[in-house]
C-alpha cells in the first residue's frame, strides 16, 4: 500500500457490499464515508480506531501492511495453531516457492534492457518483502505445530534438522503469505 487511501480502497474491495457496505457497517452513509476518505466538504480522514475497524470487518491485514511498510517493516502473520496440520505446512510451503518465483520473474523482466530503474527496484523490493513474510510463516508454522505435538507426546522431532537459514489471510490484493 502507498498511502492511506490506497489501504482502506483494498479493505472495502475485500468486504462483500464493498463501500457502501463498509459504510454501513461504521454507521455512516456512503457520502459520508466518501467525504471522509476523500476529505471534502470539510470533513477530516478517518480516525485511526475507524480505520482498526475497517480492518477488523474486512477480515484483512491491509492496515497493519500499510503501517509495516510505512516504516520499513515487514508484516507477518502469526500461525493459529488450531489450523496447523502437514497439509496446512505444504500449503505455506508452496506460498513461499510461488512468491519467490514472482520475484525472480519480475526481477528478469527488470533486466531485459540491461539494468533496473527505481520504479523496477520499487517494484522487486515491494514483492520481495511479501516472499520474505511468507517465508517467516512457514518457519513460525513448523515450530508451533511441531512444538505444540512435541507438548502433547505426539511427535519426537528430535530427528530434524534444519536444511537452510532464513528469516507478507485475506490480504490486500496479493497471493496469501
Known sequence: MVDLKSTVKAM???????????AGALGMTETQFNNNLYEKNGC??????????????SGT??????????RGG???DIPQLEELDQVEL?????????????????????????????????EIMKYHSRHLSARDAEVRA???LFSKKAKAGKV??????????????????VINA
Open 156 to 173: 519426537d522431532a528430535s530427528g530434524v534438522q534444519s536444511r537452510g537459514v532464513g528469516r507478507i489471510n485475506k490480504s490486500c490484493g
Open 74 to 76: 515487514l508484516f507477518v
Open 142 to 144: 513448523v515450530l508451533a
Open 90 to 122: 505444504f500449503s505455506k510451503s508452496m506460498r513461499t516457492a510461488a512468491h519467490r518465483g514472482h520475484v525472480d520473474m519480475i526481477i528478469q523482466a527488470a533486466l531485459e534492457d540491461g539494468f533496473i530503474d527505481a520504479e523496477e527496484a520499487k
Open 44 to 57: 477530516r480522514f478517518f480516525e485511526v480506531a475507524e480505520l482498526e475497524a475497517m480492518e477488523d470487518i
Open 61 to 70: 491485514s491491509c492496515l497493519a501492511e500499510h503501517f509495516a511498510q510505512r
Open 12 to 22: 472495502c474491495k475485500a468486504f462483500p457490499g464493498g463501500r457502501s457496505a463498509m
